[in-house]
């Protein structure tokens, strides 16, 4: 799998947002999607009593209620070895085969998922 610096120019830019987005609120993931137009969205895990949303279904959520109905590409950065089954499936529900890269926290690619 490709380092970051191998990844194309708009796939590195999501892998910044997630990583950005976890930071900025010290959470487990942090997540970005780029929709058909090229805009991104960004999120990070919500874990609250009443709430719990992984970072993936967190950005593809922003992105549909921003108007997207198809995804290009999803980053999820994780100290976890998989992508989560529940931020996959809603990547999915707007894109049959973009790639979905694992990223750790560090910046370096794990892996992606087709």
């Known amino acids: 799998m490709p380092d970051p610096a191998e990844l ?3 796939d590195a830019k999501l892998v910044t947002l997630a990583r950005s987005a ?3 609120v ?4 942090g997540a970005a999607v780029r929709d058909g137009d090229g805009r991104t969205y960004a999120g990070a895990t ?3 009593p009443s709430l719990s949303v992984t ?3 967190f950005a593809v959520a922003s992105a549909v209620a921003a108007g997207a109905t198809v995804l ?3 980053v999820l950065v994780s100290e976890a070895s998989t992508v989560d089954s529940l931020g ?3 990547v999915r529900d707007l894109a ?3 790639p979905v890269y694992l990223v750790a926290p560090n910046g370096s690619v794990l892996g992606a998922v087709r």
Do not use: F, T, Y
């Open 26 to 29: 010290g959470a487990v993931e």
């Open 72 to 74: 290009e590409a999803a």
């Open 46 to 48: 919500v874990a609250l």
């Open 8 to 10: 194309v120019g708009e």
């Open 96 to 98: 049959a085969d973009a």
């Open 55 to 57: 970072a993936l279904q």
């Open 22 to 24: 976890r930071a900025r």
């Open 88 to 90: 996959l499936a809603a």
